[in-house]
């Protein structure tokens, strides 16, 4: 299972996700907004909108996270650089090679914070939890995806795959 932060490897940041909760918040089915409908007096039921496409709700992540760090300054050094990626007005990528996609995602909050080990220890690393709030609104992302015809990948010259990137809106 790897991610990515942005491009950047979430374990060079000394961040993880709890085990068996990150798939479970970036797999929730989103909510649908309410169609135009109108509850005519002289007919049963509402007449409902049935031609415009469905569009939804923002989906809102609650993403449990692990940080590891050397000691003190290593841990406010990697708590600064994951707060300066996240808190970016336009949002952020978060990238799943597992899923095989992108979500762009904005920092809502962050309501806990538990060092799992003392700060002062002597030796040894400093374990940390913390819940990071964060919203998708299905904002286009960039796909990586192989170039292939209907029989097989197109190679360069040299047998390399040809990789494209679109832009397409995911739910």
Not at 22 to 47: C, I, M, R, S, V
Not at 49 to 67: F, G, H, K, N, W
Not at 104 to 121: C, G, H, Q, R, V
Request: hydrophobic letters at 40%; aromatic letters at 12%; charged letters at 20%.
């Amino acid at each position: 299972m790897s991610f990515e932060l942005d491009n950047k490897n979430i374990e060079s940041l000394g961040l993880f996700f709890k085990q068996g909760t990150l798939y479970k918040e970036l797999l929730k089915f989103p909510k649908p907004k309410t169609p135009f409908t109108y509850n005519w007096a002289d007919q049963h039921g509402e007449e409902r909108d049935t031609i415009s496409p469905v569009r939804y709700e923002p989906l809102q992540y609650a993403l449990v996270c692990y940080m590891v760090a050397d000691n003190v300054d290593d841990l406010m050094a990697k708590r600064t650089k994951i707060l300066e990626l996240i808190s970016n007005p336009k949002g952020f990528l978060l990238n799943s090679t597992t899923l095989g996609r992108s979500f762009k995602l904005y920092y809502e909050d962050s309501p806990s914070f538990n060092l799992l080990t003392p700060i002062l220890t002597a030796a040894g690393k400093i374990y940390c939890e913390f819940i990071l709030n964060v919203i998708n609104n299905f904002d286009e992302v960039g796909l990586i995806v192989p170039l292939q015809d209907i029989n097989s990948y197109v190679l360069t010259e040299l047998g390399q795959q040809i990789y494209v990137t679109i832009n397409k809106q995911l739910f």
